[in-house]
């Protein structure tokens, strides 16, 4: 059976001062996921609107297969600017088509089925949303992978759905300004290391994935830990660099690579979207050969 890999939530237009772009992060995690020949869908759901059928338009031209409902309700977009360094500021459309995305009989199926799903706390800031997640998530196999790509955007988040989320989760990704948002919130103290640690042992989780920008990167495991710096490059935008890092780094775990190989992938393509415009480039052959080795 094809491996079936789920972006679950959010999916949307990114709109920049001067274009739009479809985004959103499992949207993103999904697309970049099918790019190394994994299964991707997409679950979310649109409006009967112009933007709402061109994200249709778009997933086709890109092959992607998508679990869109139509729901009465406006299609997501985010309006976007960037600061000198290309780090992006959001502004969130509230009560659009991903807050209402229902769990229909056909979402049941296609979870009962689907070996790794990867979800975040943006859409599951309205109930309805939220409800539709932690079913997907119960009706996934006992074995199947459940990445919280944790993905804080302004208030929309709480404690509670944190650690719901880390709950029904076993991979985790977050930046350097989200573990100290969650080190706050659940009163863990000691170093960004020692809090990491905290949370792969309180939830028992396989892999905790944390990214820092220019930074570095570094993946625990209960046994491993694997630091990277990142490349000196020239940052065009980072919108859905992190998206690319966590679908690499899955996708090359998924096929057994070793931890420090995923890494270096990961740490690859993350560079390589920092410098294209938007969250869904194409990935270059070179880039992709790179994966089979």
Sequence with gaps: MEHIVVG???????????????????????????????????????????????ILENLNEKKLNHLLEEVPYPTGTIQISLSGEGIPQYEICENVAWDNIPFTEETKKLAEKTQ????????????????????????????????????????????????????????????DEEIIIIANLFNMEGTEREVCEQLLERYNLKVLILTKGASGSYIFTPSQL?????????VVDTVGAGDSFTASFIAAYLKGKPISKAHRLAVEISAYVCQQHGAMPKFPDSLLKSFGK
């Design 8 to 54: 679950l939530g959010e999916i949307l237009w990114d709109v920049f001062p001067e274009r739009k772009v479809m985004g959103g992060a499992p949207a993103n995690f999904a697309y970049h996921a099918s790019q190394f020949g994994l299964n991707g869908h997409i679950v979310s759901a649109i409006g009967n609107d112009v933007l709402g059928k061109t």
């Design 116 to 175: 790794t799903v990867c979800f975040g706390s943006l859409a599951q800031r309205s109930e309805t949303s939220r409800s539709t997640i932690q079913k997907f998530l119960q009706a996934m196999p006992s074995d199947s992978l459940k990445v919280f790509d944790i993905n804080l955007r302004l208030d929309y988040y709480t404690k509670e759905i944190i650690h719901q989320s880390l709950e029904l989760s076993n991979i985790l990704k977050l930046n």
């Design 226 to 234: 694997s630091f990277l710096p990142s490349p000196k490059i020239n």
